[in-house]
Structure formats: structure tokens, C-alpha cells
């Protein structure tokens, strides 16, 4: 079965294959940020993309006023599911308008990525920018060109779970278009329960960026780049190793 990107049997299996990413220590890292950077208090956060919650929960959690947007609706159930007191909207990033301005908008787990060409880059920073407040931050990670072309993306095999109980399996290959900057991932995933086995694949379409463009982009959308560093480390300097790098711009 072939689905579209984030559809219903992915998003089912979304946490469990990214039950190893630490979500809290990267919303101690966007908080890090707020303080290090805003000017003013940040209470109210946009997150574009927010996917099953892992970054939105958590800041709702501490107090914040969240908005989660996504575009699928399996994800956002998923979120939903968590309980947390947050709003969530069903919309493409670009396509999104609240009427409300927010301190802060995040894009992470390289969501700007999923917008391939450049306007669509374009048109998702806007939509950003149109909510935030002057002097809002915009925070986000994305792959890094450098990184992306020195280390070339593999194929990889991920497996959770025992061979007596559910089994998720997740192949996943890769093939890089350098000329357009994107990588497109194919995934093939397995769930084995019960004796039945279901299966689905989905195709992501992934971009990665350089420096300059990125700050032409962010310009573009009336941003201005305060820091490009590794991700999660942002005082670390980005290099061929660091294959995600994090965002930091202000709106101007």
C-alpha cells in the first residue's frame, strides 16, 4: 500500500521509530533560545508542522500557549491523543492563517526541508513570518548541504520490537538530486502483530540547504539569521560532520 506522506499507518508507528529522540532536551534547547535571544517574554508558540506533538506538548506543558499546525490529519490525532492543552489546526504551512501573532514559531525535525522548491521554501517562511510579532522569533533545524553531499545518504534497516510480540520493521533507502538539493527518502515499513502483517510505503522528498541561500530566504521573508549552528549543539560551528544544523532569526 503506498500512502501519502504522514498517512494513517505511518503516523501510527511515527513515535514508536522515533522513540529515541530526546524532544525534551531539544525544548530545553528552544527555551535556551527565548532567553538567549528574545526580546521580551515569549508566551505564545506557533509550531508549523508539529507532527504528533513531540516539541508542542512539552512547551504547553510548561505553560506556554501552543498552536500546532500540520497537514496530516493522522498526525494531529496523535497529538491530540497526548492530552495537552494546545489548539491544533489542519492546514499546509503556507496555507495557514491564524489572525493572531505569536512571540515564537518553530519549524523542527527539519519540517522547511519537506518544502522542496523555492517558493514553496519561500512561501512557508512567509507564513511564519506573517505570525509573529516584530522582534517574534523563528526557530528551526534542517539538513545541512555541506554535510548532506561529504557523507551522501545511506540505506537503513530499523527494527522495534520482539519476534513474539509486535514487530515494526522500516527499511529505508535514499537518492540525492545535488543539482535541486533534495534527497528523497523511500520508506517500506512492516507491522507484525498478532500473525497479520500490514505494510505501507511512502516516499518523502527532502531538502537540505547551504548558508547563503538560507539567509537569503529568511531575508526574503523579513528574517534576520541570528545563528546557524549545529543542531542540537547551536554553539557548536557547522561542518561536513553536522548533518543538521539549527535556525535562529528574528523578525524584522
Not at 557523507?151 to 537503513?156: H, N
Not at 534497516?157 to 509486535?166: F, H, I, K, P, Y
Not at 523511500?186 to 500473525?195: E, M, P, Q, T
Request: aromatic fraction near 8%; include cysteine; charged fraction near 20%.
Amino acid at each position: 500500500m503506498i500512502e501519502g506522506v504522514f498517512g494513517s499507518q505511518y503516523a501510527a508507528a511515527y513515535d514508536d521509530l522515533y522513540r529515541d529522540k530526546n524532544y525534551l532536551a531539544e525544548v530545553d534547547l528552544i527555551e535556551n533560545v527565548f532567553q538567549l535571544y528574545g526580546q521580551g517574554p515569549v508566551r505564545k508558540v506557533l509550531d508549523l508542522g508539529c507532527g504528533s506533538g513531540g516539541h508542542a506538548v512539552p512547551l504547553a506543558e510548561r505553560g506556554y500557549e501552543v498552536v500546532g499546525v500540520d497537514r496530516s490529519p493522522e498526525m494531529l490525532r496523535q497529538a491530540q491523543r497526548r492530552g495537552a492543552s494546545l489548539r491544533l489546526h489542519l492546514s499546509e504551512i503556507a496555507d495557514v492563517s491564524l489572525g493572531e501573532a505569536f512571540d515564537a514559531a518553530l519549524m523542527m525535525f527539519a519540517v522547511l526541508g519537506y518544502h522542496t522548491a523555492n517558493g514553496d521554501v519561500q512561501a512557508a517562511l512567509a507564513a511564519a513570518r506573517r505570525h509573529l510579532r516584530p522582534s517574534g522569533l523563528f526557530i528551526a533545524d534542517v539538513w545541512y548541504g555541506p554535510a548532506v553531499l561529504e557523507q551522501r545518504p545511506g540505506d537503513r534497516v530499523r527494527v522495534l520490537g520482539s519476534t513474539d510480540q509486535e514487530q515494526l520493521i522500516r527499511v529505508a533507502s535514499s537518492e540525492l538530486d545535488s543539482r535541486h538539493h533534495i534527497c528523497t527518502v523511500r520508506y517500506h515499513l512492516w507491522r507484525i502483530a498478532s500473525g497479520q502483517v500490514s505494510e505501507v510505503r511512502e516516499q518523502h522528498r527532502m531538502r537540505f540547504f547551504f548558508p547563503l541561500e538560507l539567509e537569503q530566504f529568511l531575508a526574503g521573508a523579513g528574517l534576520q539569521l541570528l545563528r546557524l549552528g549545529g543542531f542540537p549543539n547551536l554553539d557548536d560551528e557547522p561542518s561536513p560532520s553536522t548533518w543538521n544544523v539549527g535556525v535562529v532569526a528574528r523578525a524584522v
